[in-house]
């Protein structure tokens, strides 16, 4: 959300944030498809869609909107104009499938290996 947003800094339930703006992917994407599962009956106003996750997060810091995204996304980003924090009382998880040959290439084996819950 952005850094001035009057719950920056809270812990919020998806409950707290559904009369915000909020800026996702369009319908059928990954991750607008995990906002509206872990939104259930919220009617979330989504103002803006992109599939470009650093688009997203310029239009969040621009104060258009909040958004959902991988904490990966923001691992790498440092932004002042940017308040991150964790959704309460939900969490997303995103089921990912490896087809690999029976004897994988070491770099299959590191990459099988990254993608292992830790």
Request: with cysteine; net charge positive; proline share 5%.
């Amino acid at each position: 959300m952005p850094a001035g947003h009057p719950r920056a800094g809270s812990r919020n339930r998806l409950a707290d944030l559904a009369g915000d703006q909020w800026i996702s992917s369009a319908r059928g994407v990954a991750n607008r498809t995990c906002l509206q599962t872990l939104a259930g009956d919220l009617a979330l106003h989504v103002a803006y869609e992109t599939t470009d996750y650093e688009v997203i997060l310029e239009l969040v810091a621009a104060g258009l909107g909040i958004a959902l995204v991988p904490a990966s996304i923001l691992a790498s980003r440092r932004d002042n104009r940017i308040a991150v924090g964790d959704l309460v009382g939900t969490r997303a998880a995103r089921e990912v499938h490896l087809v690999h040959r029976k004897r994988p290439t070491p770099l299959v084996a590191d990459f099988i290996d990254l993608l292992q819950p830790k």
